[in-house]
């Protein structure tokens, strides 16, 4: 078994270092407001090496991906696919800038014995917008990098192992799933409501899943960007106050990370973090 859920122990992750992001390339809302400005590189290593430190103080294996020097995003580790407890299935990358991702990663899950057990080839498909709702339901953003084309292809391949797939669009600033929406516990996610179709609602209501509420400028802040370690614990940003206390509220322990530098680029601990295994 692979990744079982979203939120059951987290035991070992995919991270990439951000040795070539030299600077925020303007694909999303969050990086172009920082185009043109070079990244400070010692923050930026420094905020790698935190989130390392913390996966491996909770006792999660990390494992690295080497990056070469045109995979300058590919410390986004997440967005290029999603892995259940079959396998893993491999996207289809939106923007040219992340192209050199796909076959370097695919490399990488078939160095760590991970079997690709399906492929988005026509449509779009990032892992940023995979989400596990239960064992069973999986939610998927069709946002701005992952399309209708890539969303079927990716439910015509999970149908068959017994995962019913969810489509769930909203604006495209949002950018992916995880920036408006995250699954922190089994029944406790952290969204931006008034951002999520009708139709996703009721289906969080019918899955008993409650919702702690965030503004939309939280959306471009990382206040949903969260990485569930299971056993009631989430990797937040320090600067997410108010919703770190309402997580510690419904009984969470916080493990609060210092990171700004990387954030400029558009992701966060979410979008950093592939997991490998996960039950």
């Known amino acids: 078994m692979f990744v079982r859920n979203g939120t059951s122990k987290l035991k070992e992750v995919l991270l990439c270092p951000p ?7 303007p694909i999303n809302e969050i990086s172009k407001k920082y185009a043109g ?8 290593t420094t905020e790698f090496e935190q989130i390392v430190s913390a996966y491996q103080s909770a006792g999660i294996e990390v494992e690295l991906q080497t990056p070469t ?9 997440r967005d290029f696919g999603g892995c259940v407890k079959e396998g893993y299935i491999l996207g289809r990358f939106k923007k040219e800038l992340r192209f050199p ?12 014995g991970i079997p690709k057990i399906a492929e988005v080839k026509e449509g779009y498909f990032e892992g940023g917008d995979f989400a596990f709702l239960t064992e069973k339901e999986i939610a998927v953003g069709i946002i701005d990098r992952t399309n209708q084309r890539g969303f079927e292809e990716l439910r015509a391949a999970l149908t068959p192992l017994g995962y019913r797939v969810y489509p769930v669009p909203a604006d495209p600033r949002y950018l992916h799933l995880d920036m408006c929406f ?34 939309e400028e939280a959306i471009f802040k990382h206040g949903c960007n969260l990485e569930s370690l299971g056993e009631k614990r989430v990797l937040s940003l320090k600067q997410n106050q108010t919703v770190n206390t309402q997580l510690r509220e419904h009984g969470m322990e916080v493990i609060e990370l ?4 990387t954030l400029k680029a558009g992701g966060g601990p979410h ?7 996960r039950g």
């Not at 991702?101 to 760590?112: F, G, M, N, S």
């Not at 999520?196 to 609602?201: D, G, K, M, N, Q």
């Not at 210092?258 to 530098?261: A, G, H, P, S």
């Open 101 to 112: 991702e796909r076959k370097a990663y695919a490399d990488k899950l078939r160095e760590l």
């Open 37 to 44: 400005q070079p990244l400070n590189k010692e923050k930026l």
């Open 69 to 77: 020097p045109e995979m300058t995003n590919a410390v986004f580790a």
């Open 19 to 25: 040795t070539y992001l030299n600077e925020a390339a």
């Open 258 to 261: 210092d990171i700004t530098e």
């Open 182 to 215: 995250n699954l922190v516990a089994d029944h406790l996610a952290v969204a931006y409501r008034e951002g999520l179709p009708a139709a996703f609602l009721e289906l969080l209501k019918k899955l008993e899943i409650e919702i702690i509420p965030v503004p």
């Open 271 to 277: 979008c950093m973090t592939f997991p490998l295994a």
